[in-house]
């Protein structure tokens, strides 16, 4: 059964379709991409999939529950987690602090006013953990608005990993960061565990094939194409849309 | 019956007067203007003055009030104003309370507490009774300024030059600045405009509203009420908005005093409830 | 800011020692605690004091936390002074600290109920808002003049002693030390609100709504959880104040009472749980200081500062006031630092 599911996903806003019949199958622990000229509805489809936008029509399945009427932060919960494609950080705090609170959070803390941050070892544990994992150490006291692009967007993922999902979802991830950063960034998205579902928007080819092992193409809000990296890149069509592309700009 | 509802519009008309003024400031310039009562007051002090100490005609000392007042926001709007356009809301917030305050005890200072009257001319005192309802002339009067206020708004706003570059400034001010239009001075403009006409309904409605130094602050809620409910994109909306709070204001009043205002708060409370960015407004979020 | 702590430290240390009450904190309650005898003759003012710095630390809590803007923190204020004042005079409940929380119960419930207000809509929406229930208890509070006294306020309110024992005299000895104490109770317990991962989320939900949901964090729950708490709080400030002047009257759901509390949290600096007691010290202060002056017009020269700082720019005051702490925290002191600027 997959992982993650849509059925037959529309969403409509006045005149404009930016979704229609999307259903897309993503099995457990794969490397799914989604690819597609600029305006093709990804980030319609990433804000679909966690809840930041309602759909018009269709349903979603999170392993085998509809989670099409859940809030974004209770499909959190159930282990669907993002990142987004311009960072959503907390300028003020610390990437200790940031992630310490999803951690916090996760293990169902969030509502204890009186226990002191940091008062329970475990949780404290695996806040460090995370902060090494994604090679923040030498920040993680720094104010997130002062620390360069890079390490932001690396805090952007890592945050997302805070929540342990069992989906992540992440939204052109090397968009923007500098190309001293990038491999830091494209090892660190490597080393994910295997047991984590990753579906990945991308612009960045490079990164697309060595990383995705199925690629899903979506234009104009529907998905033109799916299969195996080396299919869809000799795909005629996809050429078409791309080349198409180029051609215009 | 009828009469209430005379002389709830009457009211709301001139509350519709006294509130445009913060609407278009707030839908123009996305700027909280919570001084704007201190215009009306200044208005109606004005009259007070002209018509009570130094016998000028009634009829002339709203004009001057308006002009007057009008002038009073160009003057404090390029020397105060235009370096708070560009913060928060909270600072605007901040520093318009800060002039309320001022301009209340200043006036307290000079004028004194105790409320004005301005003395009306012998030829508005007293009413007409049309079809069994009573008319108080002074309200047709203001219903007839007012209204004609109104429509003369919309022609301006509608069918003027003018008009076109300010609904262009209120719909995107960057791309109106991109198309040439001076953004700067149609605001300076409209908010004297809008100030004037503030100062003009502190002068009409000193009989009615009561006039003293802390009118401000007592009708800022009424302004407020009006701009959240008839939103800022229009002025149909705060006009519907301002009949709507007049006759339910007069309404509530009569009918059930216990409860007057309480109708009113009642009423924003619910309007905002439902619809945040008030009950005209576009839906496109500000 | 970064904290200055040796490489080797574990992280758990690291946030342990933030939380601690560092010596600069310690030795402000001990001085303020020392006031009763330093200034027997200035309880009085104190008291007023004690009392606006709970309040404003009530705003601080939202405000500088969670980053919600209000202006009608005083309908919490009033009503609770109301509540509070009407069960002493009609002897519902007797104790002072018993009545005390129930007002305070009674001001959280309707922050409770209008927190929902608060949730949806712009900045400007949740100012006219807050604005309006606060204006429109104060017009309740004027129409049921046979309750609640009208414009001449309430009278014939005594208090009775504290726990039978601590009668309130004349010149507010015994106001002032419980005033005090009542602050100092209900600091502490903001304080661990603060440090704790409920307070972290809080801060994120200032920073970034949409972010806060992302990482699950139910942000309506914890707004409307910490609107109430805010407005607890900001009802025993209010009650305290029927119950140290034996009166409550319509001023309290005034607008110049909750621009006041804005303008001392900005003197004082939000988001560090001293802005609002640094703030109302100097606060009370210039007001003293300038009714010697001139008694009638303190409106006018609250009216002229609000300009003044909006002026110069709260960044700039900001910076002054982080410029200070800084160099307090230089003589050991290790307040909380977040010193986030106001709205945005």
Redesign the interface.
């Known amino acids: 059964m997959p992982i993650l599911e849509t059925i037959g996903l529309e969403k409509r806003f006045g005149g404009v379709t930016a979704a229609h019949g999307v259903s897309l199958a993503i099995e457990k622990g794969a490397r799914h991409a989604l690819i597609g000229p600029n305006g093709a509805g990804k980030t319609t489809l990433i804000n679909l999939l966690t809840g930041v936008l309602k759909p018009t029509a269709g349903s979603i399945m999170l392993d085998g529950r509809d989670i099409t009427a859940l809030a974004p932060y209770q499909r959190v919960r159930l282990g669907m987690a993002r990142t987004f494609q311009i960072n959503q950080l907390f300028s003020d705090l610390t990437p200790l602090e940031t992630i310490g609170l999803a951690v916090s959070e996760r293990v169902g803390l969030g509502s204890d006013w009186w226990r002191l941050v940091g008062s329970r070892p475990a949780v404290t544990d695996e806040i460090v953990e995370i902060v090494e994992r994604f090679r923040l150490t030498d920040v993680m006291h720094e104010r997130t608005a002062i620390l360069p692009y890079g390490k932001q967007r690396l805090l952007e993922i890592a945050l997302a990993f805070a929540c342990r999902p069992h989906v992540l979802l992440l939204d052109e991830p090397a968009a923007g960061v500098p190309d001293a950063e990038r491999h830091e960034l494209l090892a660190t998205i490597a080393a994910l565990p295997e047991d984590v579902t990753v579906l990945l928007i991308e612009h960045d080819m490079d990164l697309v094939f060595s990383f995705a092992d199925r690629i899903s193409v979506l234009v104009n809000g529907g998905l033109l194409v799916e299969g195996a990296p080396e299919d869809v890149a000799r795909d005629p069509r996809v050429k078409a849309v791309y080349l198409g592309e180029e051609l215009d700009a | 019956m009828l009469t209430i509802l005379f002389d709830g519009l009457a009211y709301g008309m001139l509350l519709f007067v006294l509130a445009c003024g913060l609407s278009v400031t707030?839908g123009l310039m996305n700027f909280?203007n919570l001084a704007h009562g201190a215009f009306a007051m200044a208005g109606g002090y004005c009259t007070v003055i002209l018509v009570n100490r130094l016998g000028v005609p009634f009829a002339l000392g709203l004009p001057i009030a308006f002009l007057v007042t009008a002038a009073l926001g160009a003057l404090l709007e390029r020397t105060?104003y235009v370096?708070?356009y560009r913060?928060?809301?909270?600072?605007q917030?901040?520093?318009t309370?800060?002039?309320?305050?001022?301009?209340?005890?200043?006036v307290?200072?000079v004028m004194g507490s105790s409320q004005q009257f301005v003395l009306i001319p012998e030829a508005l005192q007293g009413h007409f009774i049309v079809f069994g309802i009573g008319m108080s002339k002074y309200r047709l009067l203001i219903i007839l300024i007012c209204g004609l206020l109104t429509v003369a708004l919309q022609l301006i706003i509608g069918k003027t030059r003018f008009g076109s570059r300010l609904r262009a400034a209120v719909d995107d001010q960057r791309v109106a600045r991109g198309l040439g239009i001076n953004v700067g001075a149609v605001f300076a403009i409209t908010f004297a405009f809008g100030s004037g006409l503030a100062g003009l309904g502190g002068a009409l409605g000193a009989e009615i509203l009561g006039l003293d130094p802390t009118f401000p602050?007592k009708y800022?809620?009424y302004f407020?009420?009006v701009v959240?409910v008839g939103g800022t994109s229009s002025i149909i909306g705060p006009f519907v908005a301002s009949i709507l709070l007049g006759i339910a204001d007069v309404a509530g009043k009569y009918y059930a005093?216990?409860?007057?205002?309480?109708v009113i708060?009642?009423i924003?409370?619910a309007v905002?409830?439902w619809r945040?960015?008030g009950l005209f407004a576009r839906s496109a979020?500000? | 800011m970064s904290a200055m702590i040796p490489p080797t430290d574990g992280v758990a240390a690291f946030l342990a020692r933030r939380a601690r009450w560092s010596p600069l904190e310690i030795a402000f309650w001990v001085f303020a605690f020392a006031t009763i005898w330093l200034f027997p003759g200035k309880h009085l003012i104190l008291t007023e004091t004690a009392i606006l710095a709970l309040f404003a630390l009530s705003l601080d809590l939202i405000l500088g936390y969670a980053g919600i803007?209000s202006?009608g923190q005083a309908a919490f204020f009033g009503l609770a002074g109301y509540v509070s004042g009407l069960v002493a005079k009609y002897g519902i409940v007797d104790e002072p600290v018993v009545a005390l929380v129930l007002s305070g119960l009674v001001a959280a419930a309707l922050g409770f109920v209008t927190s929902?207000?608060v949730l949806?809509?712009?900045?400007?929406?949740r100012?006219?808002?807050t604005?309006?229930?606060a204006?429109?208890l104060g017009?309740?509070a004027n129409?049921?003049s046979n309750i609640t006294g009208g414009a001449d306020g309430l009278q014939g309110v005594t208090i009775a002693p504290i726990f039978g024992v601590f009668r309130f005299d004349m010149f507010g000895h015994t106001g002032y030390v419980y005033c005090l104490i009542v602050l100092f109770v209900c600091f502490v317990v903001v304080r661990r609100i603060v440090y704790s991962p409920f307070g972290l989320s809080l801060r994120s939900l200032k920073g970034n709504t949409l972010r806060a949901s992302a990482i699950g964090i139910p942000v309506n729950r914890r707004l409307v959880a910490v609107y109430t708490v805010s407005a607890g709080i900001a009802g025993i400030a209010g009650a305290l104040l029927t119950q140290t002047t034996a009166f409550c009257s319509l001023d309290v759901f005034s607008?110049?009472r909750s621009?006041d509390l804005?303008?001392v949290l900005?003197i004082g600096g939000t988001g560090y749980l001293y802005g609002g007691l640094i703030g109302a010290v100097i606060y009370k202060f210039l007001q003293d200081w300038i009714a010697s002056l001139t008694p009638?017009?303190?409106?006018?020269w609250?009216?002229?500062?609000?300009?003044?700082?909006?002026?110069i720019g709260?960044e700039r005051v900001d910076g002054w006031v982080a410029a200070v702490r800084a160099a307090l925290a230089g003589l050991g002191g290790r307040l909380v630092t977040r010193s986030a600027a106001?709205?945005?």
């Open positions: 707030l909280i105060l370096h708070v913060r928060s809301h909270l600072d917030v901040l520093f309370i800060g002039l309320v305050f001022m301009s209340v005890a200043a307290d200072y602050l800022l809620i407020l009420i959240t005093p216990k409860l007057g205002a309480f708060y009642t924003m409370i905002l409830i945040p960015q979020a500000r | 803007i202006l929902f207000l949806r809509g712009s900045d400007l929406t100012l006219m808002v604005l309006g229930v204006l429109m017009e309740l129409r049921y607008l110049e621009a804005l303008l900005i009638q017009y303190w409106q006018f609250i009216g002229l500062v609000l300009v003044a700082i909006v002026l709260r106001l709205g945005g």
